[in-house]
């Protein structure tokens, strides 16, 4: 890549940047130049490695926002942009999953503020790498869940894992939910799941202590308890999880042999 390369217009206000899983290499080329030019970084506290930290806003003042509310962070945003300083927001994964990010910008667009998102790798796809397996697979699963388990945020009714993992063809990925793995577990069995069914747990994905917990719905429950996991894991729930039993897809199958149908299947515009 030339040293001259810039990584999209700078545009003005606010950047909300997704930084990441957690392995500062995959902060994105546009999200990296932001943080490097910012005077103030609002960061999500241990969410946030503090490797990234350390290596692309050393210069930056650091705030960690965990404890701090919207009356306490919009000012405090607010105050450091009219100050004519280069302001980023800095969330785990990607600021559109579980970030609540959008009342922050609306917050500061009520003040006169401009905003924007930068996108960022979910822990989801860190989560799919470090298993070696795809979230859809051609005949195994069809769609991906992003969800999370009830509780304090989420009612029982509007908890769909059990609704998700019924449908067969989809890979489950619990956010927020390390805590209530043996509940929700538990939930599955009492609603009749098939207690072999995979389930992965992949515990700080794309951080050195990167563990993987490899069990069912039946058996998965114990297993991280044991480990003493109680957050930032992502729960993956499917046959997808352990990368076997698909089909090979239309787009690699007869190619050479293919007729005219066959270009419905690849994305060329020959």
């Not at 500061?108 to 979910?122: C, I, K, Q, R, S």
């Not at 994905?205 to 930032?232: C, F, H, L, N, Q």
Request: hydrophobic share 35%.
């Amino acid at each position: 890549m030339s040293d001259d390369y810039t990584a999209g217009d700078v545009r003005e206000g606010i950047p909300f940047i997704g930084a990441g899983p957690g392995d500062p290499g995959l902060l994105t080329v546009t999200g990296r130049e932001l943080v490097e030019a910012a005077d103030l970084v609002v960061h999500a506290g241990s969410l946030v490695n503090s490797e990234l930290l350390d290596a692309f806003c050393a210069d930056a003042e650091q705030v960690n926002s965990v404890g701090k509310d919207l009356e306490e962070l919009v000012p405090l945003m607010t105050e450091a942009y009219e100050d004519d300083r280069t302001v980023v927001r800095l969330h785990s994964g990607d600021p559109a999953i579980y970030g609540a990010a959008l009342e922050q910008m609306d917050a500061l667009e009520a003040n006169g503020v401009p905003t924007y998102f930068v996108p960022g790798v979910t822990s989801a796809f860190a989560a799919s790498a470090t298993l070696g397996t795809q979230l859809t697979l051609n005949e195994v699963a069809n769609h991906v869940a992003f969800t999370r388990p009830q509780g304090k945020t989420l009612s029982e009714k509007e908890d769909h894992i059990s609704d998700f993992v019924g449908f067969g063809d989809v890979t489950t990925c619990i956010y927020l939910g390390t805590h209530a793995v043996s509940d929700t577990m538990d939930r599955l069995l009492d609603d009749g799941h098939d207690p072999e069914t995979p389930v992965a747990v992949v515990y700080h994905a794309s951080w050195p202590d990167e563990d993987v917990i490899r069990g069912t719905i039946d058996t998965i429950g114990e297993k991280v308890e044991e480990a003493g996991y109680r957050a930032s894991a992502m729960v993956v729930i499917g046959e997808a999880a352990t990368g076997a039993g698909y089909e090979r897809s239309y787009l690699y199958g007869d190619w050479a042999n293919s007729d005219d149908d066959q270009s419905d299947e690849t994305d060329t515009d020959e």
